[in-house]
């Protein structure tokens, strides 16, 4: 049996699903899911229509009035089992990001992980959802504050994390007493449909609501249509900020929130105080990682003066033994970008580097030979200053800028001056550096790691930035918030109307 036969999807698929039912649309051609390994069609997936996007949206609607009755626990119990179904399937699921996204097997495997921990975290979570209590001034009055589910939560996301992005908002708003609407990237569509069955299963099995989980592929037309409607509340976005800055407003001008997940241009500052050889292994994983298309990518490394050249011949001396190729070969460190449009504006990003003044040290070719298909480079090594252009954007590719500085606050203002504000790290050893580097005169990202890198972060915490990355939060900690509304209420147990700041109003 097949891959695709095991995750219980066909090689000609259904891209729209009413929760446990799918439907095809046979009036355009169809999604041709390409492995960026060796370009490659693995399958075909239907687009979504505009008949069933509608269709999709009334069924969440109808579905969302009696999910928000189902006590909290009891949703938690439906993620945990969830969390279940994708542990049995673990393997196969990580696989597949593999062959539809490029990263390395290790890489696939990790992002499920990050499913099951989201259904975790997410379980424990379902018996908090906690209000306050806050001390009335009036006698005889309780005052306190809840919080109730907001209604339709719609998950647009990026081909880079093609399953974790959509289990971080698609497992705390399910618990939260939300159903979902989910855009998954068109580059992506098979692990969209593998993970909307799993979902789709247990929903059927628990005779549960049947369009909790709700899955639409399509284009930025109907994406675009999901940030102007009205009936959805929330909308959670990852991707680039020109994507935010379209989306972002849209659904502002209609008063509906949204969590963007945006650029990131992430920088690790290196310290005369720091572990090198920790700071190194750290810096070469969050620049290489996933072929450098991770939101949370280092792209800048602020290294002290006194200890740049150290690092520099380290980081070549690591890069040259950095080994390209077939991401299920477990040899293998990095694979294949996601498709040439990649490649090229890797290239394009290089050549103006170069013009700017920069250098490139090592690495940055297009690979073509002992590679199984044409989306593979060379991870880029270079030498520049942290006001060129080109380091003032995000380039979704392996490319690290090696940047010097003299004094700590050179680095921290180098650090912080770019538009975007997602990750950002310290390597110290040095106390006094480090609790800067994380207070408010410190990072200005949404996430600051002192002694780690800027990728691969825990579901516990929060995730997400600040400046173009966007705002709002995802996953842990107390993210939970964002899909849900505030209530407040004071309720008078006595027999009298006193009022608020002693004002006096007798009829």
């Not at 600051?448 to 691969?456: H, L, R």
């Not at 990355?469 to 008078?492: C, H, L, P, V």
Request: net charge negative.
């Amino acid at each position: 049996m097949g891959l695709l036969e095991r995750l219980g999807i066909d090689a000609v698929n259904h891209g729209t699903w009413i929760g446990t039912k799918s439907y095809g649309w046979e009036h355009r051609e169809p999604i041709k899911s390409i492995s960026p390994i060796d370009d490659s069609v693995i399958a075909e997936v239907s687009w979504t229509s505009e008949d069933q996007y509608e269709e999709v949206i009334e069924a969440a609607q109808k579905a969302f009035l009696e999910w928000r009755q189902v006590p909290a626990p009891q949703r938690g119990e439906i993620v945990r089992q969830i969390g279940e179904a994708l542990r049995e399937h673990k393997e196969d699921l990580g696989r597949l990001v593999t062959l539809e996204n490029g990263k390395i097997f290790q890489e696939g495997l990790g992002e499920v992980q990050e499913m099951i921990d989201i259904c975790d975290f997410a379980l424990g979570l379902s018996r908090k959802l906690y209000g306050y209590t806050m001390q009335s001034e009036r006698p005889r009055h309780r005052l306190f504050d809840q919080y109730h589910p907001l209604g339709i939560v719609g998950v647009i996301s990026s081909f880079n994390f093609p399953v974790a992005v959509w289990s971080w908002n698609a497992m705390i708003a399910a618990v939260c007493g939300d159903v979902i609407v989910w855009k998954a990237s068109s580059k992506t569509p098979l692990t969209a449909l593998a993970c909307q069955k799993i979902a789709a299963d247990v929903m059927k099995k628990n005779g549960m609501p049947e369009a909790v989980f709700n899955l639409i592929t399509t284009d930025r037309v109907i994406g675009e249509r999901m940030a102007l409607d009205k009936r959805i509340p929330l909308i959670s976005a990852t991707g680039s900020t020109a994507m935010g800055q379209k989306v972002g407003p849209q659904v502002s001008a209609r008063l509906g929130k949204s969590i963007l997940e945006l650029g990131g241009n992430n920088a690790i500052i290196i310290s005369e105080h720091a572990d090198i050889e920790m700071a190194v292994r750290a810096t070469v994983f969050g620049a290489v990682g996933t072929a450098g298309q991770r939101c949370t990518s280092t792209r800048r490394l602020i290294v002290q003066s006194s200890i740049f050249d150290q690092v520099k011949e380290r980081l070549i001396e690591v890069y040259k033994k950095i080994t390209i190729g077939d991401p299920f070969d477990e040899n293998v460190m990095v694979g294949p970008m996601i498709d040439q449009g990649a490649v090229e504006a890797m290239q394009k990003a290089l050549k103006n580097l170069k013009s700017q003044g920069g250098e490139i040290l090592y690495g940055g070719e297009p690979i073509t030979e002992g590679v199984p298909g044409g989306n593979y480079v060379r991870p880029a090594l270079c030498l520049a200053k942290n006001e060129y252009p080109i380091v003032q954007e995000e380039t979704f590719a392996p490319i690290l800028y090696l940047i010097r500085y003299e004094k700590f606050e050179d680095a921290i203002r180098m650090h912080n001056d770019v538009p975007q504000g997602l990750s950002s790290a310290i390597f110290t050893l040095n106390i006094r550096e480090a609790e800067e580097f994380i207070s408010a005169v410190g990072s200005d990202c949404g996430i600051a790691n002192v002694n780690i890198g800027t990728s691969g972060a825990e579901i516990g915490g929060a995730f997400g930035g600040e400046k173009e990355t966007g705002g709002g939060r995802e996953s842990g900690s107390d993210a939970w918030k964002f899909y849900m509304r505030q209530q407040t209420n004071t309720i008078n147990w006595g027999s009298e109307l006193p009022l608020a700041q002693g004002i006096k109003f007798d009829i």
